[in-house]
């Protein structure tokens, strides 16, 4: 089974190449794959994730010019991330994991449009954001009217754990936006710390930021120290945020003695 969410993750890994791309030069989705240096159409062999860049030795078959390392870095990321929460969230005799499991694969992957989005060009693209926070929602409701009857406390709901945790996180990258002018982080940043908050919930969140952040200061310290950036270059922090959230929700189920040290961090 894990090969089957590895092998789908690679395919939707493909796709979100193709959303970011889109999104940025505003072409529509529906139109067939292009080189974006010579606009011929891909053939559909040289379209099969992660073979077709080799096979082609990362280079259009028609004009020659390099293809990106970016898609089959996110097509490999893409397939990881599928195959670990197909792993560890499906069952195939609980169908409540069923709509689980669907939830995790598509806000993540509406997260790596994001992921790729910022690192690439340094901004949030709200309307993925928006989609992302509206289907959580929607899943959230309808999570809760399944066991709405079996709760004792409003906090064991996913959607009131969802916006507190989205109230949190936004709130304080707000507050860290308005502080800075913008210097420390942007209001894109409060947005994502929204969508972000709401996916792992309270009291996850708290783990979640402080994941984040210091695998944001890791990461810059190990660039400045190759001389890839300066203390003064601007870093994309979606990434570092989007990770976190990752590790928070699948770690516990790698290592499950970490939930206790979620429940005290929370």
Request: charged share 10%; proline share 3%; hydrophobic share 55%.
């Amino acid at each position: 089974m894990t090969i089957i969410f590895l092998l789908l993750g690679l395919i939707i890994g493909s796709f979100l190449n193709a959303v970011v791309y889109r999104l940025n030069a505003v072409e529509s989705l529906m139109e067939r794959s292009h080189c974006p240096h010579c606009k011929k159409q891909v053939r559909w062999f040289d379209n099969v994730p992660l073979f077709s860049f080799i096979v082609l030795g990362a280079k259009c078959r028609d004009c020659g010019e390099k293809i990106s390392w970016q898609y089959p870095v996110v097509e490999l990321l893409t397939g990881i991330m599928f195959a670990l929460l197909g792993s560890y969230f499906f069952d195939i005799n609980i169908v409540s994991s069923w709509t689980l499991t669907a939830f995790y694969l598509i806000v993540f992957a509406i997260l790596m449009i994001i992921f790729v989005y910022d690192f690439k060009y340094m901004e949030i693209p709200m309307l993925v954001l928006w989609m992302g926070v509206a289907f959580s929602l929607t899943y959230f409701l309808f999570a809760d009217y399944q066991i709405f009857h079996q709760t004792k406390s409003f906090l064991e709901l996913r959607t009131i754990a969802g916006i507190l945790g989205a109230i949190v996180a936004a709130g304080f990258f707000f507050a860290l936006a308005a502080y800075s002018k913008e210097t420390w982080m942007g209001y894109g940043d409060v947005y994502l710390g929204f969508l972000v908050g709401m996916v792992v919930g309270w009291p996850n969140v708290i783990a979640t930021l402080m994941l984040s952040f210091t695998l944001g200061a890791l990461i810059s310290v190990a660039l400045i120290a190759i001389k890839s950036k300066t203390m003064k270059s601007q870093v994309p922090f979606a990434p570092f945020l989007i990770s976190g959230a990752f590790l928070v929700i699948i770690l516990p189920q790698i290592f499950p003695e970490l939930n206790y040290w979620l429940f005290m961090i929370g």
